[in-house]
């Protein structure tokens, strides 16, 4: 075995793997998708967010329960199991959960029952066995991921104090702030560089030899601007951009929590400006839960963080905007086959760029659905869009080994809300957002009375009409 691998062990299988990966990629290269289940109906769970922000990839790692297998290396010997998630009735319940799914919606047990109590009682515990992420096989197998004499670590902790204005995020909105502040600023991001969520994607593209990817106007476009706004930075010494640093909780009436790979810090703030982005969203259609299939950023953690291998594998990309031509240019770069649906219209240089470059494009169908093809492979149908007239587009099928799903984000409103942010739902801003949200910014005092602005995507507003912004802005 080469220097460059180990062997995990998976389901009783030992599999070898590279070193420099995690436990879900390794999984996924040896064409292992599902790797959880769903604890309520059992139904298989793949890897999704890709960054420790979901359930979809907890596993029991050497007995230690819901480890998250994305975000956790591989290790020689390492002993991957599937957790048995909603064990306590089984499988035949979770079926009969499964067929009887609309008697039970989401949070009911919150809402039916609760009186009189002691019928509550005895319904509750009835059904919250039912939920949960499973069982321990057995006490000894539990303790045994803590060898006798090993203590459990914990995290150093360390007070900053107020540290005045704080930006969280450091993609384009929130180095454009920094930029535009008046006094020091302190920026944080959970990437160890500054530029956000795509940086690293459009850096590849655009340093990799022979990729060649110039007509696509949309993607210059954003590199372009990602260079001026870092090269921005690195004159401001008076900007303290801290790469690696999350931000993982926030305590009224100001205190934010912060992490790196060592230590936990908290810290005040008198002004907070919020730049965290969007998560990925993937829409509602049957099957969107289908291991294999994810969304962008996801697909950039994986491609360029993670180096998962997808050369001479299909993927098929659908959506539009940035996020779809992005993704579709990273996988072609890295070797794979990209079947295209394009949900919107306009991008007339990408269109004909993507068809002189030979991809599969087709335009004017929405997705109907998706459905596994077996452990490694999937299968999406697509219908003819609303406004799609004439008997040309029909019902589609393409196979490939996985999708991406370039939608519009899901805001990202965590912290802002735990700071004592309200949030409406508003589809609009493609998630919960503040009501009066405007895109791309929105000021506001939090109950402490410490400010807060939301900017950039974290309001809803689309990447792509940021760069085209940003592009008439700068040509003008
Ligand atoms: S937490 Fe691992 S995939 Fe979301």
């Known amino acids: 075995m080469s220097k460059e691998n180990v062997k995990i062990n ?21 064409g292992i998708r599902h790797i959880s289940r769903s604890p309520k109906y059992g139904k298989p769970r793949g890897m999704s967010c890709a960054r420790g922000h979901c359930t979809s990839c907890l596993m029991r790692v050497d007995g230690e329960p819901n480890v998250r297998t994305c975000e956790t290396p591989v290790r020689e010997g390492m002993v991957v199991e599937i957790q048995d998630a909603g064990a306590f009735y089984g499988p035949p319940m979770q079926k009969m959960l499964s067929i009887g799914g609309s008697l039970f919606p989401v949070g009911f047990y919150y809402k039916w029952f609760t009186k009189p109590a002691v019928l ?26 803590l060898p006798a004499g090993e203590e459990v670590e914990v995290l150093p902790s360390s007070e900053l104090g107020n540290v005045g204005h704080l930006i969280i995020g450091a993609g384009p909105s929130g180095l454009m702030e920094a930029l535009q502040a008046d006094g020091p600023v302190t920026i944080i991001d959970d990437n160890q560089e500054p530029g956000g969520q795509r940086a690293a994607a459009l850096e590849a593209l655009h340093s990799t030899p022979g990729t060649n990817f110039d007509r696509f106007e949309i993607l210059v476009a954003a590199h372009k601007r990602l260079t001026q706004l870092k090269e921005e930075l690195a004159d401001r010494p008076d900007i303290n951009f801290r790469g690696g640093v999350r931000a993982i909780a926030g305590y009224q009436p100001s205190c934010v929590v ?25 829409g509602l259609f049957p099957g969107n839960d289908t291991p294999g299939v994810i969304g962008p950023r996801a697909a950039y953690r994986l491609l360029q963080r993670d180096g998962l291998n997808v050369q001479g594998q299909r993927v098929l ?44 494009l087709t335009t004017g169908l929405q997705l109907s659905n998706i459905s596994s093809r077996g ?8 219908a003819p869009g609303a406004t799609t007239p004439g008997p040309a587009h029909s019902h589609l099928k ?21 700071l004592g942010l309200e949030l409406t739902a508003q589809p609009q801003c493609g998630g919960y957002a503040p009501r009066g949200v405007q895109a791309p910014r929105f000021e506001t005092n939090l ?9 950039g995507e974290a309001t809803g507003a689309l990447p792509a009409q940021q760069v085209l912004d940003n592009k008439k802005a700068t040509s003008s």
């Open 10 to 30: 998976f389901a009783g299988k030992s599999i070898v793997c590279r070193t420099d990966t995690s436990v879900g990629v390794a999984l996924w290269e040896k």
């Open 120 to 145: 509550s009682r005895f319904f509750l515990d009835q059904i919250r066995p039912l939920t949960g992420v499973g069982r321990l096989p057995n006490a000894s197998h539990a303790v045994a991921a």
């Open 258 to 282: 912060m992490r790196d790979e060592f230590k936990l810090e908290t810290a005040s703030f008198d002004c907070m400006t919020w730049a965290a982005g969007a998560l990925d969203s993937l």
């Open 317 to 360: 990309v659908i959506g539009g905007g940035l996020d779809f031509w992005l993704t579709a240019a990273l996988l072609e770069s890295r070797g794979a086959t990209v079947s295209l649906v394009m949900t919107e219209t306009g991008y007339q240089s990408e269109v004909s760029a993507a068809v002189d470059r030979g991809w599969q």
């Open 375 to 382: 452990e490694n492979a999937l299968e999406a149908t697509f």
């Open 398 to 418: 393409i196979e490939a080994q996985f999708a991406v799903i370039c939608g519009r984000g899901k805001p990202a409103y965590d912290i802002p809300y735990q």
């Open 447 to 455: 109950k402490s009375g410490s400010s807060l602005l939301v900017c």
